[in-house]
């Protein structure tokens, strides 16, 4: 799997966009990009992923650049309830649809102040 | 529907002993993997079952294994536990080629 590079942590204010930036330049054309957060002491939480579009749902939006060397997730409008670490994954999308490993790196400590 | 659930939450084994882990995923999801969580290695993938067959295996040793039954329910065993499993094992389940659901983890404490 392409490797990812993540800041190491950020600061958001509460009711503001959060942007975390992404970069996977090593990123094939099969190679998906996924997003999961883990707050303190759960299960990671799956948010998003995409391929070359820009995704949305009720969480967050993914913004893939045309090059997809790199993406950035954006979470509309922070809350204290999204301080957690962020994970930006890219994987291959094998065809068989579950049959995949997710490869966690450090992720971004995402801290959102009031 | 009910989220992933892992039994059993908390566990504390002597090194030595063997542990059983219980994952049971969301209605519906056939595929099921395995990962541990420790503050030094951080996510670890230990491996996936799909339909009752493991179809990709991490880099753990012999000692850890798995299985899952016809209902998708899975297991994970750990033999002849050392000091070093102590870590967070969280399961999760997946239905296509979407995100995988994680469950709580079961807290192993190796003393």
């Known amino acids: 799997d392409a490797k990812t590079t993540q800041p190491t942590s950020m600061d958001c204010a509460e009711g503001r966009a959060a942007n975390l930036p992404c970069n996977h330049s090593t990123i094939s054309g099969n190679e998906y990009v996924y997003w999961y957060r883990q707050i303190h002491s759960q299960g990671p939480q799956y948010i998003i992923h995409?391929?070359?579009n820009n995704e949305t749902n009720e969480m967050a939006s993914l913004i893939i650049t045309e090059d997809r060397k790199s993406s950035t997730l954006i979470l509309p409008h922070a809350t204290l309830r999204d301080t957690a670490v962020y994970y930006c994954?890219?994987?291959?999308?094998?065809?068989?649809?579950?049959?995949?490993?997710?490869?966690f790196g450090k992720g971004t400590l995402l801290t959102v102040n009031p | 529907k009910a989220g992933v659930t892992q039994t059993p939450r908390y566990l504390i084994k002597t090194r030595g002993q063997q542990v059983t882990l219980s994952c049971s995923p969301i209605?519906?999801?056939?595929?099921v993997s395995w990962y541990q969580q420790t503050p030094g290695q951080g996510l670890q993938f230990l491996f996936e079952?799909?339909?009752?067959?493991?179809?990709n295996k991490g880099n753990f040793p012999g000692r850890f294994s798995g299985r899952q039954f016809s209902n998708s329910r899975s297991e994970m065993n750990v033999s002849t536990l050392e000091l070093g499993d102590s870590a967070l094992y969280l399961c999760?389940?997946?239905?296509?080629?979407?995100?995988?659901?994680f469950g709580p983890g079961t807290r192993l404490t190796v003393t």
């Open positions: 209605s519906g999801h056939r595929s």
């Open positions: 999760a389940s997946s239905l296509g080629s979407g995100g995988k659901y």
């Open positions: 994954i890219v994987r291959v999308e094998t065809g068989g649809g579950s049959n995949y490993k997710l490869t």
């Open positions: 995409g391929l070359k």
């Open positions: 079952y799909f339909s009752e067959t493991q179809r």
